[in-house]
């Protein structure tokens, strides 16, 4: 018989960090608010959050990565949200921040979580972010949870 492991949704008892952008900060407190709830009906103590404000999406990679390292957080969370604009810039910042974030998991062993939105307009940025399209917040938190577990029983 095959051995299955599958995380538990809770927060009780582990410690997250949340790394986010300042930059469409109006996004990004909804992305925030979302993960927050979620983290808190699923057990999780305010006092094991550690919530980091970073200028930019492009500052999210580094901090994870240094929250990673520093061995107190069962998982991190990224939120923020890039709003594709008239320049390549989006794509740019798009595509660093995404590699960024996942080279943080793979080289720190912590789980890092990617809710940044990626949207080509501010409607769809919204919608992700609490209205008709869910909240990504909320559901990076949830994914936080499920990896933190899994991470535990695979120890």
Not at 56 to 74: C, H, N, Q, S, T
Not at 124 to 130: L, N, T
Request: net charge negative; glycine share 10%; with cysteine.
């Amino acid at each position: 018989m095959s051995k299955v492991v599958e995380g538990k949704i809770s927060g009780e008892g582990r410690t997250f960090g949340i790394v986010i952008s300042r930059f469409n900060e109006f996004v990004s407190l909804r992305l925030l608010e979302g993960a927050m709830d979620c983290l808190r009906r699923h057990g999780a103590d305010d006092d094991d959050i550690t919530i980091v404000w970073v200028p930019g999406a492009f500052d999210i990679p580094a901090v994870a990565k240094r929250m990673g390292d520093a061995g107190k957080y069962d998982a991190v969370l990224c939120l923020g949200a890039v709003i594709r604009g008239a320049t390549p810039h989006f794509d740019y910042v798009a595509a660093e921040v995404a590699k960024g974030v996942a080279n943080a998991a793979t080289q720190t062993g912590v789980p890092t979580v990617f809710g940044i939105v990626t949207a080509d307009n501010l409607e769809q940025a919204i919608e992700r972010a609490g209205a008709k399209a869910g909240n990504r917040g909320w559901d990076a938190a949830h994914a936080a949870m499920e990896l933190a577990d899994v991470y535990a029983k695979m120890e």
